[in-house]
Every structure is written in structure tokens, then in C-alpha cells.
């Protein structure tokens, strides 16, 4: 089996640096390195537990899926079945695990444009511009019937992106407003009774957190305008 390029892209040098840049002092640096390896830890988890969703739905066994992770059926039942087999209520402690394909490609996305855009952290608009990548997701479909152009969207929070930083961090991480942002689509779920988290969840968290004067609300949108276009479309 040969490594994929995406795989070399976090390279451990760049871990390294990314540490020693943080925290001057050793012991520091010690714990930072810990953090480190958490976030990366959680990473890899939920990009394995991806594709062995998309497995599962193309019909393969968990037999197989554990043939190709090299480890016992049991194994890799117990470790991904919680993934594949949604729990109610939606449970904070789960994370991204809950997210459906469209909301876990906004944030895939977010996390591009802000690479792209030489960002150090993502933001709500980096979110947002996320949100409209995929024009056939159901918040672009939400915002689309609204009569609103996705390519206004995008220009508009574009101009609201800080300017590139000289460094970028192996991960970018999420500020406290896009941290908020991601939280609150929990919460949104369970108000319409949804068992997943999906991109329309995302784009009502991002107008509780815009609270009226963000890039959506400039441009007319309610939280009020979603939930009514949400219940059209469910009729």
C-alpha cells in the first residue's frame, strides 16, 4: 500500500515548528506537543470514520471494512458503529461524528478557503463560504429560493476575511465566533427534530451567531425565512 500525497502534507517537521513557534519554554512545549497529537488523533479518527460510513452505505460488511482497517470485525464494529447508527437525542460529546455529508463538506471547505486565503484561523465567513460550495446542498437551496445569488454570498464574505498572515499553522484552528457557530448547529438539530447535523443546520447556527448584523443578515436573511423554507420544503 502506497502513502496518498494528502497524507504527507502534515509532515513532521511542520508539527514541529508549529509547537516551538507557540511556546518558547520546554515544558511548554511538552504540553502543546500533547494537544497537538490530540487534535491530530481526533482528526484521523473522523476521517477514517468517513470513509467507513461511505463503506457502509455502498453496502459493504463490517467483516470486509475490517479486513481492510487490518483488524477483527468486532473491532472495527465497536470502534465506528456509533458513526453509522444514529442515537437520539444528538449527543455535544460526539462532535463531528454527527455532521451528514453535506455538513462535514462545509467545514472540509471552510478549512480550504482559509488555507487558500492564508488565514491562521477560520472564521464564520470562511464557514459560510463553505456552506455555498456545494450548490445543490440544502441551505444553497434554502438561500437560492430566497432569491439570493450564491456568488454574492461569496464576494460579500470574501470582503470580510482578514488579510493573509505571513505564517499558517498545520491545523487552523477555529475562532471563538466559527467555535460558537459549529456549536450551536447541535442545538438547531434538535429544535427541528433532525437525528443528524446537516449543512441547513449550519446556516441557522450562523445566523444565531451573526445576531442580526452579519453577511446573511445584511443581505435580508432570517432565521425566521430558513425555518419557513425548510417547512415548504419538508410539506
Known sequence: MTSTS????????????TVSDAHQDPLDRVTGAMQLAAELDEV?????????????RAGASWSEIGRSMGM???????????????ASPLDPSQGFSRFNEEARAVVVAAQTRARAMGNDTIGVAHLLLGLIAADESTAAHCLTAQGLSLAEIGRTAEAMLPPAGSTLPALIPFDPHAKDALQRTLAEAQRRGADNIGSEHVLLAILAVEQGTGVLAGLGVTPESIDAQLDSAAR
Do not use: E, M, Y
Open 6 to 17: 494528502s497524507a504527507q502534507n502534515v509532515r513532521l517537521n511542520d508539527l514541529i515548528h
Open 72 to 86: 477483527s470485525r468486532q473491532a472495527a464494529q465497536k470502534r465506528f458503529v456509533a458513526r453509522t447508527q444514529p
Open 44 to 56: 484521523a479518527d473522523s476521517l477514517i470514520g468517513h470513509f467507513v460510513d461511505q463503506a457502509r
